[in-house]
């Protein structure tokens, strides 16, 4: 009987339903990995091919196009093999130099990140710090900037969708201020903005922009994105901090003859102009919009549920929703629709465990997928004799939001 029932692991009081199991069912509704389409499946599924071959080359120079259109810049955009975090630390060990004075924003486990990264390079930190749940102040940008008549920051580093939070900075007011400044770089973390929400390197003057393939692309994980302006490469003949694999000078070099600096996860690179082709089909309206549209869903169904957002009023991330609930472990509802229904959503993070679940509607999710989800936290709150809202009143509220 052990092996038919789910173990809660920490939350070993709650109600315990046997289990469903269905082959291939499950679905992700979390920030990352998020599911991914057949057709990008399938483009994984073939023989790799020599990174060094004209095919190959061709591959290289036509995604390397995507990656513009979808970041919306002339700028270089490199791929590396390697998660998000690549990304983010290329961008600072490629611009900045040992006791750099940098801002970094910090409301969120990423935030937090940037922070760490860029002390373990030694450079010179000051945190600009908002509660978790709450956004980064533009304001507090603006006036650390302004304040430094000597020209001492040398980037603006933040997070533009905070995932640990469900929060959105206002990364383009933050950039505004940076430009202004005139010496700051804007680094941002757009790995859960870019591809479901508008972020126009060229337009807004963003320097360095790092993402990961198991977003917004669609895809497994296994690559990331740096793109970088040309303030940003005339930093980076500057820069003295130690680089080797992530060093962008060799990325760029190779880059300009179509290759890659080192093997790249060629299969990764089939999936990701598959994933791109059906983005540029989509169109970046069409998929702003469809994100947008599925936070509006959620979060209205989590507000006729009952269940409170942990995002600030107004600031929601279109990536995902974090959800609050009161009088209830998160933990326990979370892993109860897992073992119920198969559709997975994230936990809370460091101190949020157990208080917050977060729904990811990012990347490849159809109405269908918000509909059910918002279905099964229902059906789990009353299983569990939970729901303090009508059964029925989140479906409808989602229903209503997608219609309009
Ligand atoms: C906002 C943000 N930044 C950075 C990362 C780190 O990416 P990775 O785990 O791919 O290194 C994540 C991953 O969830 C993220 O959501």
Partial sequence: MGKSFFMLGDCPAAPIAPLRPMQ?????????????????????????????????????????EQLQWLHQ?????????????????????NTLSKGDRVLCGNNGKFGERWVKVAKAYGLEVEELAAPWGQPLDPDAFRAALEADGEKAIKAVILTHSETSTGVINDLQAIARHATAHGTALTIADCVTSLGATDVPMDAWGLDVI??????????????????????????CE???LPKFYLDLGKYRKAAKGDSNPFTPAINLYFALEAALKMMEKEGLPAIFARHARHQRATTAAMTAIGLPLYAAEGHGSPAITA?????????????????????????????LKGHVFRIGHLGFVCDRDILAAVAAIEATLQALGLATAPVGAGVAAAAAALAA
Avoid: C
């Fill in 210 to 235: 790092g993402s990961g393939s198991q977003k917004g692309y669609m895809m497994p994980p296994g690559l990331s994105f740096v793109a970088m302006s040309e303030r940003a490469w005339a930093a």
């Fill in 323 to 351: 959800v609050a609930p009161e009088g209830l472990d998160a933990e326990v509802l979370r892993k109860e629709v897992k073992n119920r229904f198969d559709i997975l959503l994230a936990g809370g993070q460091d101190h």
């Fill in 238 to 240: 500057r820069s003295d």
């Fill in 73 to 93: 810049t002339k700028n270089d955009v490199l791929v590396i093999t390697g998660s998000g975090t690549a990304a983010m630390e290329a961008g600072i060990i």
């Fill in 24 to 64: 291939d069912k499950l679905t992700l509704m979390i920030p990352g990995p998020t599911p991914v389409p057949e057709t990008v499946l399938q483009a994984l599924g073939r023989h790799p091919i020599g990174h060094r071959s004209a095919d190959f080359q061709k591959i290289v120079k036509h995604t390397t």
